[in-house]
Structures are given as C-alpha cells and as structure tokens.
C-alpha cells in the first residue's frame, strides 16, 4: 500500500521510516506467500492486511508512551499481531510472542529472522499456563477472548504497575459489569481509545488497563 505512511501519519502523527515500510513490505509479502501452505489469516488483500492487521495492531501508540515500555509480552500472538508490528515501530522493546498453535510460531520465528528484529523470540504453551519469574511492562491481547479472562492471563506476569491493552471491536460494554465484579481492585481503566479504521474497514475499541 503506497500510502501506508500517510495513513499512519494521518491516524497516529507517527511517521514511518523507509526501513519500517520495507519491513512491513516483506511482512506482508512472506505472510501471503506462507499463507498458500499454512493457514495464518483469511485476510489476504494488499490493503486489507494493510489497515486491518498493521494499522490495527498498531493504533494502541497513542495509548501510552511506547518509549517508556521496556518489555512486552503478546497473548496468543498468531501471525504475530500486534507484537511484530509494534516491535516494528519501537525497536528497543523486547518482545515474547506467545500462542498454543505451533505452526503459527514457526511462521514468526522465520519473520523475526526475515526481518533482523533482535530481543524478539517466541513461546509456545497455553495462556492459562504462564508463569514466569520475569515480568513484564505491557501485555497485549488482540481479538483474543473477553477483558476477564484476558486479566486473569495478563495480571500475574505483568510488573507491579504493569499495563495490559486489550484490542476489542466496539462491542466491549457488555463485557465490563463481570470485569469490575471480578478485577475492579487489581486493575483499573485507564483509557478506551476508539478509533474508525480507513475505507470503511470498522471501528476498533482498545483498553488500556494498569495494574493498582
């Protein structure tokens, strides 16, 4: 998508870099040349992985300052969104993508190599299964499951004022009354940043949600 950059420009004030767009170019490239054998998305157009996986993943930077976000951890990641593309825009963030379908990590293993992204590596295991003595700054979690349950993945491996995003369409609401039954004194609310994705493509609700 050639103007890609104005988008994100557009959308987030952010302005890529040539060396970002050639990422996102081989990105895409090597994920629909991948996607012949291995199932990783049904969303295979030029623009529609454009907007609706890059730009998607990456609508979460006016949330919080990245800059500030040392380690991220990406919740059952699949073809690596959003880590991949945020570790894109921020190359300093280390960055463990996690997901329990194998095949799915094989694929971000080869565009982590594909794409020189250092401090970057992947797990395989369930999330209900992590533990860890490390903790991290930022969970993240895309179109994954319902805020409670994304919380009680997010809450024991982030740090003492860690920070979870939870990428939700616009529907979210019905989903608060259990959360704050269940985590309104462990987690707060933030911020909800809802945004319309270009060429009609839908509205994105993301949560960004802070440990107390």
């Known amino acids: 998508m050639n103007n890609f950059k104005q988008i994100v420009f ?4 952010y302005q890529l870099s040539e060396l970002q767009l050639n990422q996102f170019k081989t990105y895409y490239e090597f994920l629909i040349e991948y996607n012949k054998n291995v199932n990783l998305t049904r969303i295979t157009d030029l623009d529609e992985v454009y907007i609706k996986h890059f730009l998607d993943s990456i609508l979460v930077i006016n949330l919080l300052d990245f800059n500030k976000i040392n380690s991220l ?24 993508l996690v997901d329990a379908r194998k095949k799915k990590l094989v694929f971000i293993d080869k565009i982590i190599e594909k794409l020189n992204l250092d401090k970057t590596t992947t797990l395989h295991a369930r999330l209900e299964k992590l533990s860890f003595d490390k903790k991290y700054d930022l969970a993240t979690a895309r179109a994954l499951t319902d805020l409670s349950t994304i919380s009680s993945y997010a809450y024991p491996i982030i740090n003492s004022h860690g920070y979870i995003i939870s990428y939700k ?14 985590w309104a004194n462990k987690l707060k609310i933030v911020k909800v940043d809802t945004k319309e994705l270009p060429f009609g493509s839908g509205s994105r609700s ?3 949600l802070q440990k107390k």
């Open 10 to 13: 557009d959308k987030l004030g």
């Open 73 to 96: 951890i990406d919740m059952g990641s699949g073809a690596g969104f959003p880590g991949i593309p945020l570790k894109i825009l921020y190359p300093h963030l280390e960055v463990l």
């Open 169 to 182: 369409s616009v529907s979210y609401e019905e989903e608060l009354n259990e959360f704050n039954k269940l």
């Open 206 to 208: 993301n949560l960004l």
